[in-house]
């Protein structure tokens, strides 16, 4: 991250005191900091989406129809360990940059880049021309779209 809001915790570091102290690495010498791809244990990623004006319902309504089902698989075959969705509860509340937002708990980074079986697709949507047709349509209705894995920084 750059720019005015940056510091140097976001790469591991302990912040500078007001005296000027100067920054450490967490962790020794010996023992290089592993970097988030290499975690073995749980990861979760943000899934933001910005819907078009007048969109909302039909996009949560198609959401729930091709892209749950999926998801519920993932949660069944341990391929995700949780899964959730959340809305602002109230119209405005702070940045109004997205509108839904889902959480997904995978096993690991392997998991992460981990596809389905293959016959998943045709298994849960036997009518693959509806399906993709509606996928399409669910991403045409986003004014945005963005993922943010997070890496979890105990405190201290």
Do not use: C
């Amino acid at each position: 991250m750059t720019g005015p809001r940056s510091s140097s915790t976001s790469r591991g570091r302990k912040p500078t005191g007001a005296r000027g102290s100067v920054s450490q690495p967490s962790g020794s010498a010996s023992q290089p900091r592993r970097r988030a791809t290499d975690k073995e244990g749980p990861v979760t990623v943000l899934y933001f989406y910005k819907t078009r004006w007048g969109h909302h319902d039909e996009f949560v309504e198609l959401f729930e129809r091709n892209h749950w089902p999926l998801l519920r698989e993932g949660l069944a075959t341990g391929h995700f360990l949780d899964v959730k969705r959340y809305v602002p509860q109230f119209h405005g509340d702070g940045r109004a940059d997205w509108d839904v937002l889902v959480s997904i708990t995978y096993r690991n980074w392997a998991a992460l880049a981990e596809r389905g079986p293959g016959d998943l697709m045709e298994r849960l949507f036997p009518d693959q021309k509806r399906y993709k047709e509606e996928e399409r349509h669910r991403f045409a209705i986003l004014e945005a779209h963005w993922d943010v894995p997070l890496e979890e920084r105990p405190l201290e």
